[in-house]
């Protein structure tokens, strides 16, 4: 049972936006920053936002961020099949002292 | 070019000990805080424990308290994690994490590809 909550499976077809959501509480997302993570399984996982909505460089303005209370989402739109990946949030947790990640999402592009 | 190259991943019987390393390279690695997160088959990224750049500062997940010891050599480059008394449970592929600044507390931006360590009699 992660931390944070995320759905486990999303989907979408090229072209189409869809949205990642990621649930927390007062201890993380509530009082932290959010980050995103796109991972394929065997390999680097990459920094896709950071600080709720910012993206470093060479990630496209595709991928956006926000926070708002104890959430988080991430949306991806002009969906396009190389985005087919697993997503993550994550949050440094103040009771925990320690970060947090959420479940997964994996992404399919149908 | 950050690189990060984990090793030591091997397989292990339960109870006994492991030291996973990674050696950093692409940047001036004493300036950062350094982590590792797993990822256990077929589940998600769990992350593990935090050292910041001088050592000062060393944080672990409830899952490895105890048990496992971070440490890191500057002059070398290099991170470790010291793992006793390993579980069925801590069967993951290994990642070695760079953190965003000198503290644990920001986010990770590079990763390594991982060393896997299974564990089981």
């Known amino acids: 049972q992660s931390v944070l909550t995320q759905p486990p499976s999303a989907s979408g077809t090229p072209g189409q936006r869809v949205t990642i959501s990621c649930s927390g509480s007062s201890s993380n997302i509530g009082s932290n920053y959010v980050y995103w993570y796109q991972h394929l399984p065997g390999t680097a996982p990459k920094l896709l936002i950071y600080?709720?909505?910012q993206r470093p460089s060479g990630v496209p303005d595709r991928f956006s961020g926000s926070k708002s209370g104890t959430s988080a989402s991430l949306a991806i739109s002009g969906l396009r099949s190389e985005d087919e990946a697993d997503y993550y949030c994550?949050?440094?947790?103040?009771?925990?002292?320690?970060?947090?990640f959420g479940g997964g999402t994996k992404l399919t592009v149908l | 070019e950050v690189q990060l190259v984990e090793s030591g991943g091997t397989l292990v019987q339960p109870g006994r000990s492991l030291r996973l390393s990674c050696a950093a390279s692409?940047?001036?690695?004493?300036?950062?805080?350094m982590h590792w997160v797993r990822q256990a088959p077929g589940k998600g990224l769990e992350w593990v424990s935090g050292?910041?750049?001088?050592?000062?500062?060393?944080v672990y997940a409830d899952s490895v308290k105890g048990r496992f010891t971070i440490s890191r050599d500057n002059a070398k480059n290099s991170l470790f994690l010291q793992m006793n008394s390993l579980r069925a449970e801590d069967t993951a592929l290994y990642y070695c994490?760079?953190?965003?600044?000198?503290?644990?507390?920001?986010?990770?931006?590079?990763w390594g590809q991982g060393t896997l360590v299974t564990v089981s009699s």
């Open positions: 050292i910041s750049r001088s050592s000062g500062d060393i």
């Open positions: 692409g940047f001036t690695f004493d300036d950062y805080a």
């Open positions: 994490a760079k953190g965003y600044t000198s503290s644990c507390t920001e986010e990770f931006d590079h």
């Open positions: 600080r709720n909505n």
């Open positions: 994550a949050a440094w947790d103040d009771s925990l002292s320690g970060w947090v």
